[in-house]
């Protein structure tokens, strides 16, 4: 299964912060104050939970108690999450768990939603059926945030841009743990997949804007996606000079990088 270092999730925080859409965000969360019962706590999992971003982010736009099930199958990672500033009203439950496995889905019992950021992209198509069916099982809620979509775009053009990127997308659709990914298709067919058990789904953008402000996070991810590109295929040092050049083109104060991703909510029918 594929492995994160928190290191990284930590540098792409703030510009996840900056990209997600309110918009998608507040549909789930109104949804969520109105199935709440009463005074006691809604009860929320978040799949794939890294170093509980989706928790530091949505906790306080939730009023009254809450019930958190965290769930990843990465233990130093739940080691590195720090609980909210009102932990008298919020019950975090970090879960080490194997994600792949049809038995992580029985946390979702006695849910009142279920969350993730930055994950469908690496699962299977196979993986997204066994997972709605558990999602619509329960009648619950689903929130999705920055699946990478595949869109790239560049300020300043390289002449292997194309090729790189062509070959990152590939390597997105190879085996992290789930079966073969669905990639930069994974927004789309997750959604579909959702309308098909009965679901209404509302999807938006979300996309990173990484100029200066982001140096190091764009640093990390040319580097990334050279090798990434060099694992399908492409010759290393074509991978190389793209590598050299990008990252020199990152200094200049204009050069921005456009990364897709979509956010979307997914709401059970009456």
Known sequence: ????????????????????????????LDYLEGVREGSSPVRLVDI?????????????KLEGPQHWTLLDHDQDL??????????????????????????????????????????????SRNWVTRFVKAVADGRQPFLATLTYNGEVSFSHPHRHDGVIMDAVNMHQKTDKGFGLALGPAAAQVCAQVFRDAGYEVHTAPSNWVLGNRYSS?????????????VEIGIPKALAD???????????????QVTVGHTDFVALPCD
């Open 78 to 123: 739940l080691n590195e999450i720090r609980p909210p500033n009102t932990p008298s009203e919020i019950t975090i439950v970090p879960q080490l768990a194997d994600l792949s496995a049809q038995r992580s889905f029985a946390h979702f019992d006695g849910a009142h939603g279920i969350v993730t950021t930055a994950f469908l992209d690496l699962v």
């Open 241 to 255: 000079d793209w590598k050299q050049e990008r990252l020199s083109l990152s200094q200049n104060s204009s050069a």
């Open 48 to 60: 794939a939970t890294g170093t509980g971003a989706n928790l530091a982010l949505l906790y306080d």
């Open 217 to 229: 996070l764009l640093r990390d991810l040319i580097r990334g996606w050279a090798q990434a590109a």
């Open 1 to 28: 299964m594929t492995a994160f270092a928190a290191d990284w999730l930590d540098l792409r925080r703030e510009a996840d912060r900056s990209a997600r859409d309110t918009k998608i965000e507040k549909i789930f």
